[in-house]
């Protein structure tokens, strides 16, 4: 089974900090994906991974910066935390491949607010 | 920019029926398309992927694929309590590899 993980469930942050967010997936994956998740929306993808120390910008990147050093972890940072950023986040992961890429596996999602 | 347009719902259908969720598309180049449950508070779990015409079976979900139409629907049969979630379409564009995502249908189920 894939288990994708993330570092936390619940995140309260003032603004202006700057937040990290962790992933870790455990099946060998090759891309991972950081999305935000807003009511009415649907999933926007900020960042995505598919290589170590490769990263791809999503369609919304802007305020966000990601790091990947190890095949299975993939951070997502905040640089200067806004109240705009309040939002469920998403981390998943899939295999190389096409259509495989993008059967993508979630964690549980960590829902940051900031103030 | 391309879409996925899914009607936001809720959907209410009795326990033991048949539910129907509907999504079209806009991009003409998709190839696979996806279907994904969310429960309140958790996260999307694929459910269904389909990438040719026709229908695909899997249990008592099956997703139908109409490129020329556009549209992809997921039917789920005997429909239980436990199915009442937001089920989520979503097509991959072709031209960067990422997938498009609907708002998502809430589907209810009543006892």
């Known amino acids: 089974d894939v288990k994708v993980t993330q570092s936390s469930r619940y995140l309260v942050k003032r603004t202006g900090e700057k937040v990290f967010l962790e992933c870790v997936q455990d099946m060998d994956h090759e891309n991972m994906f950081w999305y935000r998740q807003d009511p009415g929306l649907g999933l926007r993808l900020i960042y995505f991974s598919y290589d170590v120390k490769m990263k791809e910008k999503g369609d919304i990147p802007e305020g966000y910066s990601v790091s990947r050093e190890k095949k299975e972890r993939f951070s997502l940072i905040l640089e200067s935390a806004s109240t705009n950023q309040t939002s469920m986040y998403l981390c998943?992961?899939?295999?190389?491949?096409?259509?495989?890429?993008?059967?993508?596996?979630f964690g549980p999602g960590t829902r940051l607010t900031v103030t | 920019q391309k879409e996925v347009e899914q009607n936001s719902g809720p959907l209410s259908v009795p326990e033991g029926a048949i539910a129907s969720l509907n999504c079209t598309y806009s991009d003409r180049g998709s190839q696979s398309f996806f279907w994904y449950r969310q429960y309140s508070g958790k996260s999307p779990e694929l459910i269904m992927s389909i990438y040719s015409n026709g229908d695909k079976e899997d249990g008592r979900f099956t997703a139908q694929l109409n490129k020329a139409s556009q549209y992809v629907s997921l039917l789920i049969r005997d429909s239980q309590p436990s199915d009442s979630a937001t089920y989520l379409c979503a097509v991959n564009q072709q031209s960067n590899y990422q997938l498009i995502w609907g708002a998502g249908t809430k589907l209810i189920i009543k006892p």
């Open positions: 998943a992961s899939s295999r190389t491949g096409t259509p495989i890429f993008y059967e993508q596996y």
